[in-house]
């Protein structure tokens, strides 16, 4: 089995030694039930990862001492940013979770007319705080050593004023095909609406911006479905599952 993987928010280098955050101590302590001696993986998230050593646990601390540095890239060559309508209740931290382990770059939540969910401000804040803690763990178990960022929350039309700097594709029913599409050579964005899609308005607004409409077959899919299946085919058709 491989080593367990923890992320730790500062800069690393072998040698070092430190305690482990409490949550990454009580995960390491209680729920894995690692003792001293014991090894783990750590990464800092600019990339490769280090061995380390449990050298110490004492009720809620987890001491380490980090060894060598192991070149360790499992990042996509296919970049693509997720650009998401806030669905209801919990569902985006499924989307989160699941994007980052099928290796989207970065998330962009944003706030349409039929989002149920509303977030301003210091819920905003809190919100995105916890996503961010959801794309880390995703990463400690998917095996990425660069930590995707969860961009602040933006209102739709905010998000569309802004003048693109890469293609960008609107997931839509009955629109072309993704098959017969061509990955551009750099960067991509895809765009998928929440629960009921975008509004009419937004879709114009979308078009007449430039976003491109892709269709994932014959069936509407769910909010949440929808742009793990568009990662799960870019990846079969371009990129990562393809093994090139």
């Not at 302590?29 to 001293?36: E, N, Q, V, W």
């Not at 009720?59 to 060559?77: I, N, P, T």
């Amino acid at each position: 089995m491989p080593s367990p993987r923890i992320h730790c928010n500062l800069r690393l280098g072998p040698g070092a030694q430190f305690a482990l955050a409490p949550e990454a101590a009580q995960h390491v302590g209680k729920a894995l039930r690692l003792k001293a001696g014991d090894t783990i993986a750590v990464f800092d998230g600019r990339g490769g990862e280090y061995d380390a050593t449990i050298q110490r646990i004492e009720k809620d601390r987890v001491d380490v001492k980090v060894g060598a540095w192991r070149d360790v890239d499992v990042e996509s060559r296919v970049r693509v940013g997720l650009v998401q309508g806030l669905p209801e209740a919990d569902k985006m931290d499924w989307v989160i979770q699941k994007a980052i382990e099928l290796g989207a770059d970065w998330i962009q939540p944003i706030v349409c007319d039929r989002s149920v969910v509303r977030l301003a401000g210091e819920r905003a804040a809190r919100r995105e705080a916890h996503w961010r803690r959801v794309a880390v763990a995703a990463c400690e178990q998917s095996g990425r050593n660069r930590i995707p960022e969860v961009h602040p929350t933006l209102g739709f039309q905010s998000w569309v004023a802004v003048p693109p700097t890469m293609p960008r594709w609107l997931l839509a029913p009955g629109a072309t095909p993704l098959a017969s599409m061509t990955l551009p050579d750099g960067p991509l964005e895809l765009l998928v609406g929440p629960e009921g899609g975008l509004s009419e308005r937004e879709r114009d607004l979308a078009l007449a911006r430039g976003c491109e409409p892709v269709a994932l077959g014959p069936r509407v899919l769910r909010t949440e479905t929808a742009p793990l299946a568009a990662l799960a085919a870019i990846h079969a058709l371009w990129g990562d599952f393809r093994g090139e």
